[in-house]
């Protein structure tokens, strides 16, 4: 798709299994082919909206306010090169890692692995049919690590979706080997205590330490009954993957956690961790855990340990994700607000709601401390017919700066600096109009990530976009070059 740059005026906002491998062969796609996507897995496609969010949304592109629908606009600093729609995976497209000349992106459906060596010219390399939402990825090596979050027949890429509350329900982590990234093999998978929402890595010379996040437990789920206070660690042999196995679940919330609901109006109750960000180069890691924000000392990986913790009962709603600043003295806090399918960025909504949270780590060693400075939501105002809050993005690794790029699912994808964590401020951006004016339809960008000179975006709906940002402030970050990158295992830059 070609980039259409149109300078707007915008309102401003306000201030271990292992599998039974007969039945776990992977389903390979090269290039476009046709697929049986699993219906089970996929968020509801739209919502109706009144008469009269229609009518401000019609009036607003009218007036200039905001893009056409699927129209592209983007900041003068900011170039869209290109952009790979939907192939055979038709599912919500997911979460994003790189590797090499390699991206790797999430589908409900499966995953994709994406040949990134001309950034303006990417190219489909496999396509693998592995329904199981929400297929969080990860990679290490020659091993590839997805999310399964829903209730699933069996282990296989064949299963079906089924009731939660039938006691065959399998949910967890897949392991895939990647050396021929035309054709990854299916090799284990381990079974989690409530599935696996999204999963971290913490890797190691001779064997990776995944922490599974997962949440929402109910006494009608027999493999995810309350309390469920903690994450589980699963230990993954290079040599030999099919040996993964669970090795512990520490409990982070001994105390249950914020009770949220009548307790605090508006607030997740905290039944376990929505993601977690590692730092092994500090020994540190902040968890996003619903009504909780917590950083925890890893030094034992097998073994995290909660250091701080805090809350927020006015502002944060779900606790979401999490990113250090690169000199790990800053965690970036993001609230999910509606779940990511609701209209948050809007005048009504306000800017400190559905929006980041900075904070500043004081002190050293296990006496850590997280300090609130500030709020960072997009200047720019959205449809009520667009799905917009906070969501996943990364460093841009500028020198002397503290500098973000972050998806905001139909709010597109920002750009923007912390280094004054009192003080931050968006310095360029990307986004598509609306893709109803008359519905509020799922889409818009998923993740948005800095990998090696280019911006990276899985729009849930629009496919594979490829970003390039023109801007003296973020210049220094072209020197930067990694081998790997999984953005939840953050990465020392210097």
Partial sequence: MTSLHRPRVRRRSLGAVTAAFGLAAALLVAGPAAATPDPGDHPSAAKEVSRGQEADTRAAINNGEIPGVDEVVHSDNVRHLANIPKQALLGTNSDLAFQGKYAFAGNYDGFVIYDISRPEAPRTVSQVLCPGSQNDVSVSGNLLFLSTDSSRTDNSCNSATQPATEKSSWEGMK?????????????????????????????????????????????????????????????????????????????????????????????????????????????????ACMGDGILLDIANPAAPKVIDRVQDNVNFAFWHSATFNERGNKVVFTDELGGGGAATCNEKTGPNRGADGIYDIVGKGTHRKLVFKSYYKIPRHQADTENCVAHNGSLIPAKNRDIMVQAWYQGGVSIWDFTDSAHPKEIGYFERGPISTDSLVTGGAWSAYYYNGHIYSNDIAKGFDVLAIDDRRTDSAESVRMRELNVQTQPDYR
């Avoid at 990854?184 to 064997?207: I, M």
């Avoid at 508006?266 to 590692?278: A, F, K, L």
């Fill in 175 to 287: 392991v895939f080997d990647i050396s021929d990234k035309a054709h990854p093999r299916y090799v284990a998978a381990v079974e989690t205590a409530c599935g696996s929402h999204t999963h971290t890595l913490v890797p190691e010379r001779r064997d990776v330490y995944i922490y599974v996040s997962s949440y929402s437990p109910s006494e009608s789920f027999p493999d995810c009954r309350p309390p469920h206070d903690g994450i589980s660690v699963i230990k993954v042999p290079r040599s030999a993957p099919e040996k993964a196995a669970v090795i512990d679940f520490p409990v982070l919330f001994p105390d249950g956690g914020n009770p949220g609901g009548t307790t605090n109006p508006g607030v997740s109750q905290t039944t376990g961790c929505h993601d977690i960000t590692t730092f092994p180069k500090l020994k540190l890691a902040a968890g």
